[in-house]
């Protein structure tokens, strides 16, 4: 991490306000701590960007188009205009503090993600309103499902493009089940000139706040005034002065309002009761007390009975105003989940969310405060390591920038420095807190790894470097592995590109000599057919010259199809007798079942068989028995060896390998070469842009997703241009899109091969797609590959 680079123009854009913004801030019900979470390029680093500059975080705005923005400022990212590492930053909005997090959208850096998710009580999830969800949508929705993210508002951005639709995206949110009730709280206006809806022009240039039943109309210097909406159908009948009488929204607008009402009534028999009492015909919703559907929308929200959509174009601040406001009104604060009563007086209790490294601030752990307040006197007890850590300061963090503060608040999120031993994921606690019977915070999970790549130190003294190098890497980004083997040195990551960076930090932040050799996938190994032999579930060993029996009684088969493993558990299941998820080996130590946990991961992480990880195993825990005065300690061994006894007996698997979905588009010239080549290299093509897109965990979307009926979903015409492209699908002119599944192994080039054979023209996305089994013809080409044929 590159603090303090600031350019002279990225300095000169700050202005003074934010200083002493949080340290000030003690009043928890005003905190919202949100990230900013979608696909890659929806628009989630320019929306920030909008945020600081609307809430006079920085007088002038940056692009990622040029390189500028406050968030993206390492320069891997202002170079590739991507998010690479999420950044937080606070910001006040009326009474409101916000700590917002922008992540990256790249499948490579879905560790920030997996983070992020976990210290966040609430997110804005991004669509590029011409494409609707796409496959990370899906990704970055299952994260936020992952770590129970409570509340969530959808955010349509890039109204202002060609082809963009309000309608279809929403009714994406249907198809690709990502929450049965998505509750329109805007209507785009894409023109105040209804011819402009004839022409189909692309545009966007005014909002419907339904609930506030008022309309906010933008100049094209990006300046806004509202109007209210009159409450009497004459007076709307004929535009209310801001709309032309004969523009085609007006007829919408009461529809609109009415079925937001019934919607919300659906979850509320207080609103029911109200709306039954109201006087016949549209009168009474239009007139409906706006702070008390206020009231109703706060609480079908925090009880995810809805999903709020609000629409825009970030990059041109429409909307960015509506989305602050309704991040306020609408989503959690951290009195609204589960928390100690005492708050700011409780014993201290704090998650390292991520760690970074900074060579003139040294290590940094971001953290988020559960309870308590702590400052730099209080001393901390690493509940996950068993270590003690003292802090030597504490830092706000406005991305590049920091500022020091005295403390931290409960509920907050900030940095300390000073920390020597702990990692992301960690629970920190104060020493004075005597109640060491509370577990850690719920941890982390990483993704696993699916390439890696042989580290060459450019001599024998760059050795040591190198491996201190990759370990301080791995400590800051856990997605990051390390290990040796057969004397090679080999780092793991999510993908080429997560690879690709790792290089470029190894060179430029830690300055080490070397070179990357051959990359080449991870393969794991799934659960052979045999059964286990008599003595497979018991482990003898001497203890003070006696021999101890321990047996642990497992029961092993392979995943089921529709099954997914747990991340936790890098792809496998691990239950509990009663069919619990079983402790993680990564919980606190100490516990009989976290020392099986560590055996049970020990013997998952090499097969007997071909030494490469277990994936796919489904392992349930049904008993241990330890004879009395054996020490605890000797179950991690046991359960190292009784399960491998499993595995060694079940007799060798399938191989697995990870594929990933794909998105390809091309012009139509290109279309039959690109989906030969794919084919040709073992993919699998799901469609030709017509059918459904691919999910993230690349299988095909489930058929039928949520029903309409019962939502309101726009007509399509209200986004003219998106409307007319619907209309024109199949001309010429258009790209065309390539969904497919493919083995990664076959796609670490693609972008050379795709630009050959496009002519350049081509542009692909990636998801990880999870591991799956391989063909008996490249199952022997994986044995010769890691020589075991
Ligand atoms: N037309 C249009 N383009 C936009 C809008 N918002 C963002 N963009 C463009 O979309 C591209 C991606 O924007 P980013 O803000 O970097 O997207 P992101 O979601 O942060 O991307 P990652 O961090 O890489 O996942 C840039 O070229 C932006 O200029 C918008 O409202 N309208
Ligand atoms: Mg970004």
Same mark, same amino acid.
């Given at each position: 991490?590159?603090?303090?680079?600031?350019?002279?123009?990225?300095?000169?854009?700050?202005?003074?306000?934010?200083?002493?913004?949080?340290?000030?801030?003690?009043?928890?019900?005003?905190?919202?701590?949100?990230?900013?979470?979608?696909?890659?390029?929806?628009?989630?680093?320019?929306?920030?960007?909008?945020?600081?500059?609307?809430?006079?975080?920085?007088?002038?705005?940056?692009?990622?188009?040029?390189?500028?923005?406050?968030?993206?400022?390492?320069?891997?990212?202002?170079?590739?205009?991507?998010?690479?590492?999420?950044?937080?930053?606070?910001?006040?909005?009326?009474?409101?503090?916000?700590?917002?997090?922008?992540?990256?959208?790249?499948?490579?850096?879905?560790?920030?993600?997996?983070?992020?998710?976990?210290?966040?009580?609430?997110?804005?999830?991004?669509?590029?309103?011409?494409?609707?969800?796409?496959?990370?949508?899906?990704?970055?929705?299952?994260?936020?499902?992952?770590?129970?993210?409570?509340?969530?508002?959808?955010?349509?951005?890039?109204?202002?493009?060609?082809?963009?639709?309000?309608?279809?995206?929403?009714?994406?949110?249907?198809?690709?089940?990502?929450?049965?009730?998505?509750?329109?709280?805007?209507?785009?206006?894409?023109?105040?000139?209804?011819?402009?809806?004839?022409?189909?022009?692309?545009?966007?240039?005014?909002?419907?706040?339904?609930?506030?039943?008022?309309?906010?109309?933008?100049?094209?210097?990006?300046?806004?005034?509202?109007?209210?909406?009159?409450?009497?159908?004459?007076?709307?009948?004929?535009?209310?002065?801001?709309?032309?009488?004969?523009?085609?929204?007006?007829?919408?607008?009461?529809?609109?309002?009415?079925?937001?009402?019934?919607?919300?009534?659906?979850?509320?028999?207080?609103?029911?009761?109200?709306?039954?009492?109201?006087?016949?015909?549209?009168?009474?919703?239009?007139?409906?007390?706006?702070?008390?559907?206020?009231?109703?929308?706060?609480?079908?929200?925090?009880?995810?009975?809805?999903?709020?959509?609000?629409?825009?174009? !970030?990059?041109?601040? *429409?909307? $960015?105003?509506?989305?602050?406001?309704? %991040?306020?009104?609408?989503?959690? /604060?951290?009195? #609204? +989940?589960?928390?100690?009563?005492?708050?700011?007086?409780?014993?201290?209790?704090?998650?390292?969310?991520?760690?970074?490294?900074?060579?003139?601030?040294?290590?940094?752990?971001?953290?988020?405060?559960?309870?308590?307040?702590?400052?730099?006197?209080?001393?901390?007890?690493?509940?996950?390591?068993?270590?003690?850590?003292?802090?030597?300061?504490?830092?706000?963090?406005?991305?590049?920038?920091?500022?020091?503060?005295?403390?931290?608040?409960?509920?907050?999120?900030?940095?300390?420095?000073?920390?020597?031993?702990?990692?992301?994921?960690?629970?920190?606690?104060?020493?004075?807190?005597?109640?060491?019977?509370?577990? !850690?915070?719920?941890? *982390?999970? $990483?993704?696993?790894?699916?390439?890696? %790549?042989?580290?060459?130190?450019? /001599?024998?003294? #760059? +050795?040591?470097?190198?491996?201190?190098?990759?370990?301080?890497?791995?400590?800051?980004?856990?997605?990051?592995?390390?290990?040796?083997?057969?004397?090679?040195?080999?780092?793991?990551?999510?993908?080429?590109?997560?690879?690709?960076?790792?290089?470029?930090?190894?060179?430029?932040?830690?300055?080490?000599?070397?070179?990357?050799?051959?990359?080449?996938?991870?393969?794991?190994?799934?659960?052979?057919?045999?059964?286990?032999?008599?003595?497979?579930?018991?482990?003898?060993?001497?203890?003070?010259?006696?021999?101890?029996?321990?047996?642990?009684?497992?029961?092993?088969?392979?995943?089921?199809?529709?099954?997914?493993?747990?991340?936790?558990?890098?792809?496998?299941?691990?239950?509990?007798?009663?069919?619990?998820?079983?402790?993680?080996?990564?919980?606190?130590?100490?516990?009989?079942?976290?020392?099986?946990?560590?055996?049970?991961?020990?013997?998952?992480?090499?097969?007997?068989?071909?030494?490469?990880?277990?994936?796919?195993?489904?392992?349930?825990?049904?008993?241990?028995?330890?004879?009395?005065?054996?020490?605890?300690?000797?179950?991690?061994?046991?359960?190292?060896?009784?399960?491998?006894?499993?595995?060694?007996?079940?007799?060798?698997?399938?191989?697995?390998?990870?594929?990933?979905?794909?998105?390809?588009?091309?012009?139509?010239?290109?279309?039959?070469?690109?989906?030969?080549?794919?084919?040709?290299?073992?993919?699998?093509?799901?469609?030709?842009?017509?059918?459904?897109?691919?999910?993230?965990?690349?299988?095909?979307?489930?058929?039928?997703?949520?029903?309409?009926?019962?939502?309101?979903?726009?007509?399509?015409?209200?986004?003219?241009?998106?409307?007319?492209?619907?209309?024109?699908?199949?001309?010429?002119?258009?790209?065309?899109?390539?969904?497919?599944?493919?083995?990664?192994?076959?796609?670490?080039?693609?972008?050379?091969?795709?630009?050959?054979?496009?002519?350049?023209?081509?542009?692909?996305?990636?998801?990880?797609?999870?591991?799956?089994?391989?063909?008996?013809?490249?199952?022997?080409?994986?044995?010769?590959?890691?020589?075991?044929?």
């Amino acid at each position: 991490m590159l603090l303090w680079r600031t350019g002279r123009r990225f300095t000169a854009k700050w202005q003074g306000c934010r200083r002493g913004l949080a340290s000030a801030h003690h009043n928890p019900a005003e905190i919202r701590n949100i990230a900013l979470v979608a696909h890659i390029d929806s628009g989630k680093t320019t929306l920030t960007e909008s945020i600081l500059l609307r809430s006079s975080y920085l007088s002038i705005s940056g692009s990622v188009d040029t390189g500028s923005t406050t968030t993206d400022f390492l320069p891997a990212e202002r170079e590739r205009g991507i998010t690479i590492q999420a950044a937080s930053i606070p910001v006040r909005w009326k009474d409101w503090l916000f700590n917002l997090i922008d992540t990256p959208g790249h499948a490579d850096f879905g560790m920030e993600v997996e983070s992020a998710s976990r210290v966040v009580d609430g997110a804005v999830v991004l669509l590029d309103s011409v494409e609707g969800v796409e496959a990370q949508t899906k990704g970055v929705w299952t994260q936020l499902d992952r770590y129970n993210v409570p509340t969530r508002i959808m955010f349509l951005n890039k109204l202002d493009r060609a082809g963009a639709s309000f309608g279809a995206s929403l009714a994406s949110l249907l198809t690709h089940r990502l929450h049965p009730h998505p509750l329109a709280l805007v209507l785009p206006i894409a023109s105040f000139d209804p011819q402009d809806y004839k022409r189909a022009e692309p545009g966007i240039q005014g909002l419907v706040d339904l609930v506030n039943w008022e309309v906010w109309r933008w100049d094209a210097d990006g300046h806004y005034a509202r109007h209210p909406l009159p409450t009497s159908a004459q007076d709307l009948a004929v535009g209310a002065g801001i709309l032309h009488p004969l523009h085609p929204i007006l007829p919408h607008l009461v529809p609109a309002r009415t079925q937001l009402l019934d919607r919300l009534a659906m979850s509320s028999d207080e609103l029911m009761d109200a709306l039954l009492d109201l006087p016949a015909g549209p009168q009474g919703y239009v007139a409906f007390n706006n702070a008390l559907l206020l009231r109703h929308l706060r609480q079908a929200t925090l009880r995810n009975q809805v999903l709020p959509v609000l629409c825009g174009a !970030a990059m041109k601040n *429409i909307g $960015t105003d509506l989305v602050m406001n309704y %991040v306020g009104a609408l989503l959690a /604060s951290p009195l #609204d +989940l589960e928390h100690d009563p005492e708050q700011d007086k409780a014993p201290v209790r704090l998650l390292a969310w991520k760690v970074a490294w900074d060579k003139r601030l040294g290590w940094m752990t971001f953290v988020r405060v559960y309870s308590g307040k702590v400052n730099r006197k209080t001393t901390l007890i690493n509940r996950t390591c068993g270590q003690k850590e003292r802090i030597s300061k504490l830092l706000l963090l406005y991305a590049s920038q920091t500022e020091e503060v005295e403390e931290l608040p409960f509920g907050t999120v900030g940095v300390l420095l000073g920390l020597k031993h702990t990692r992301t994921g960690d629970t920190l606690e104060s020493s004075l807190a005597h109640n060491t019977s509370r577990t !850690a915070l719920r941890e *982390i999970a $990483t993704p696993p790894a699916v390439v890696a %790549v042989s580290v060459i130190p450019n /001599s024998h003294a #760059d +050795l040591q470097p190198v491996q201190d190098a990759l370990q301080a890497l791995s400590r800051t980004d856990p997605s990051v592995r390390v290990d040796t083997q057969e004397g090679q040195v080999l780092a793991h990551g999510l993908g080429a590109l997560h690879l690709e960076i790792v290089e470029g930090r190894l060179r430029d932040e830690w300055k080490v000599g070397f070179k990357f050799g051959a990359r080449r996938v991870s393969y794991r190994e799934g659960l052979g057919p045999g059964a286990p032999s008599a003595d497979a579930p018991t482990w003898k060993m001497e203890v003070a010259g006696t021999t101890a029996t321990v047996s642990i009684t497992l029961v092993l088969r392979p995943l089921h199809a529709d099954e997914r493993g747990d991340p936790a558990w890098d792809g496998n299941i691990v239950l509990d007798a009663k069919g619990q998820p079983y402790d993680t080996p990564n919980s606190i130590a100490g516990t009989p079942s976290v020392l099986v946990a560590q055996g049970l991961a020990s013997a998952l992480s090499a097969s007997p068989h071909t030494a490469l990880a277990m994936s796919h195993v489904h392992i349930q825990v049904l008993k241990i028995d330890l004879p009395s005065g054996t020490p605890t300690s000797i179950l991690t061994g046991a359960a190292a060896v009784i399960l491998r006894n499993h595995i060694r007996d079940a007799g060798m698997g399938p191989l697995l390998e990870p594929f990933v979905a794909l998105k390809v588009s091309v012009n139509e010239d290109s279309l039959g070469r690109a989906v030969k080549d794919l084919t040709e290299h073992g993919a699998e093509v799901i469609d030709l842009g017509t059918g459904p897109a691919v999910g993230a965990d690349g299988t095909e979307e489930e058929v039928g997703g949520y029903p309409q009926e019962g939502n309101y979903v726009p007509p399509l015409w209200l986004s003219p241009s998106g409307y007319y492209r619907e209309a024109a699908t199949g001309s010429p002119r258009l790209k065309r899109a390539i969904n497919a599944v493919a083995p990664l192994s076959q796609m670490l080039d693609y972008s050379n091969r795709l630009r050959a054979l496009s002519g350049g023209h081509g542009v692909f996305e990636m998801a990880n797609a999870g591991f799956r089994e391989v063909s008996s013809a490249r199952r022997l080409e994986i044995l010769k590959e890691i020589g075991r044929v």
